[in-house]
């Protein structure tokens, strides 16, 4: 079992940056693949950036180069680090682990609103 809580989200103004943090706990070996996810009303979670076990990271096209995904040594904390916020990145941002086998997990969100 892992468990995952979210925390970092806020009321940001358009160019600005925040600092979104994972917590892991349970069992951090089982995990695979950290990611972090977004979803606004009414659409699907959509993948933003992934980091491997083995240290390798992908971002999808619309987050490179703003978003920062990393972790510490212990593998208990995954952080996104976002840069340069426009209104089209408001959402639910949701943090993700997938085992090595079984049904991935989930955190319960945190809210991230970019407004003037």
């Known amino acids: 079992q892992v468990h995952l809580v979210e925390s970092g989200g806020g009321l940001v103004q358009p160019g600005g940056s925040l600092r979104l943090s994972c917590k892991v706990s349970?069992?951090?070996?089982?995990?695979?693949?950290m990611a972090w996810y977004r979803q606004t009303p009414g659409n699907q979670r959509d993948l933003l950036a992934r980091?491997?076990?083995?240290?390798?990271?992908d971002y999808v096209d619309s987050v490179k180069g703003r978003f920062t995904i990393d972790r510490n040594m212990r593998k208990d904390t995954v952080w996104l680090d976002m840069n340069n916020l426009n209104p089209g990145d408001t959402a639910i941002y949701y943090c993700?682990?997938?085992?090595?086998?079984?049904?991935?997990?989930w955190g319960q969100g945190t809210q991230v609103t970019v407004s003037s």
């Open positions: 993700h682990a997938a085992p090595y086998s079984g049904s991935p997990y």
């Open positions: 349970g069992d951090i070996d089982s995990i695979g693949i």
């Open positions: 980091i491997f076990a083995r240290g390798g990271i």
